[in-house]
C-alpha cells in the first residue's frame, strides 16, 4: 500500500496514515453530476482521490458523500477553527450528516493481499453532541425514521437504532467491492457505537456481523460490565480492532480495546466469535472504511454536530501483538 510518511518502516507496522503528508483535500461539490457524488473509486476517478504531499497516488482510493453542500473546511487538513489535530499538522474529517465537513465514508484497499489475522488502530476525536438526549416527536426515542436531534448537556443519552463507526470488508479483490455491490465485501462486519439505555448505561461498542447464520447486532462491549465511551466524547481516544480467522476460515474471532489519552487500555469486546458468510469462507479482510450512516435514527438539530476527526491510522498483521502500547511507545 502506498505509503504518505516513513513512520509504519520507522514504527514496525504494515502501514501508517498520519495524513500530514497529503495535500489538503476536499470534493465537496459534486458539481459535473449536478447531484451528489455517491460512492466514488479510484479505479474510476482516482483525480478525486487525496493526494500525497507531492503530488503522487495517495493510499485512499474510496469516498462517498451524499449531497453538495460546500464544507466549511477541508475534509482532510489543518488546524483551524474548531478543527480538531491529535498530533502532527492534519486530520482527517468523517460527517455522516449533512453538514459536509468530510465524506461519510472513507475507504482503503490492502493491496497487500490482505489478512486473516490483522489489526487497525486509530484515534478519533468525536465531539459530545453528536449523539441526542432527546428527539422530537418520539418521547424522546431515536428509533429511525429521520425526527430531529437534539442536544442538551448533562443530560443521559438516549436510544438510538444505529451509528456506524466503520466496516471491514472480506473479498472485495478491488477498491470498489465490484464483486458485490461496490461498496460492501463477500461479507462485512460492522462496528458500531450504541446507546441502549440500560447497563451499562451509556455510549457503548457493537459488533454488527452481516452473513452466515446469525446476521445482525452480535457481541456487545463485555469488559467489567460498566465500562462506556461516555467521557471520551470530546476529546481523543484511541480504539484498535484485532479480527483473525478460525475454525478454517468460517469463523472469526473479533477483540476491541478503547484507549485513553495516555495510552491506558480498557479491553471491550474479548475473543467474540462471529460466522463467515457461507461465499466468502476461506477468503481474506481486504478493504476497511470509515463512517457510514446512523441509518436514519435521527437527523442533527442545531445543538449538534455530525462530523468528527480521525488521525493516525494504522494496520498492522495480528501475528505481530497489539498495536496501541507499540504506537503510544514511539510517540512518547
Not at 451528489?36 to 495517495?58: H, I, S, T, V, W
Not at 462486519?189 to 440500560?198: C, D, E, F, S
Not at 465511551?229 to 480467522?245: A, K, P, T
Amino acid at each position: 500500500m502506498q505509503q504518505s510518511s516513513n513512520k509504519a518502516e520507522l514504527w514496525g507496522f504494515d502501514f501508517v496514515e498520519e495524513f500530514d503528508g497529503l495535500e489538503d483535500w476536499d470534493q465537496s461539490e459534486c458539481i459535473w453530476y449536478h447531484n451528489q457524488c455517491g460512492n466514488r473509486y479510484d479505479d474510476r476517478f482516482p483525480e478525486l482521490m487525496p493526494q500525497l504531499a507531492d503530488g503522487g497516488k495517495g493510499p485512499w482510493g474510496y469516498f462517498s458523500v451524499w449531497n453538495t453542500n460546500a464544507s466549511a473546511e477541508p475534509w482532510i487538513g489543518p488546524a483551524s477553527g474548531d478543527r480538531q489535530v491529535w498530533r502532527g499538522t492534519k486530520s482527517a474529517t468523517i460527517d455522516i450528516g449533512k453538514s459536509n465537513r468530510g465524506p461519510s465514508r472513507l475507504g482503503l484497499y490492502f493491496a497487500n493481499g490482505g489478512y486473516r489475522d490483522f489489526r487497525v488502530f486509530y484515534m478519533v476525536w468525536i465531539p459530545a453532541n453528536m449523539y441526542p438526549t432527546s428527539c422530537e416527536g418520539t418521547e424522546g426515542r431515536c428509533s429511525g425514521g429521520g425526527p430531529i436531534g437534539t442536544y442538551t448537556e448533562g443530560e443521559p443519552y438516549q436510544y438510538f437504532a444505529s451509528w456506524k463507526f466503520n466496516t471491514f470488508n472480506m473479498q472485495c479483490e478491488t477498491v470498489n467491492c465490484s464483486l458485490v455491490n461496490d461498496t460492501y465485501g463477500l461479507h462485512h462486519t460492522v462496528p458500531q457505537i450504541k446507546q441502549y439505555n440500560y447497563t451499562p448505561n451509556g455510549l457503548i461498542i457493537v459488533n454488527a456481523n452481516r452473513g452466515g447464520p446469525a446476521p445482525g447486532f452480535n457481541g456487545r462491549a463485555i469488559d467489567d460490565g460498566h465500562t462506556t465511551l461516555n467521557s471520551s466524547m470530546g476529546q481523543w481516544w484511541g480504539v484498535e480492532f484485532h479480527i483473525r480467522n478460525i475454525s478454517n476460515d468460517t469463523e472469526y474471532m473479533m477483540d476491541i480495546w478503547v484507549y485513553d489519552k495516555e495510552g491506558y487500555a480498557s479491553h471491550v469486546m474479548f475473543e467474540q466469535v462471529f460466522p463467515i458468510n457461507e461465499d466468502a469462507q476461506g477468503g481474506v479482510w481486504d478493504q476497511f472504511f470509515f463512517g457510514g450512516n446512523n441509518a436514519n435514527s435521527w437527523n442533527w438539530g442545531p445543538t449538534m454536530q455530525s462530523h468528527y476527526y480521525i488521525d493516525d491510522f494504522i494496520v498492522d498483521g495480528g501475528e505481530k501483538g497489539q498495536i496501541g502500547p507499540r504506537y503510544f511507545e514511539a510517540i512518547r
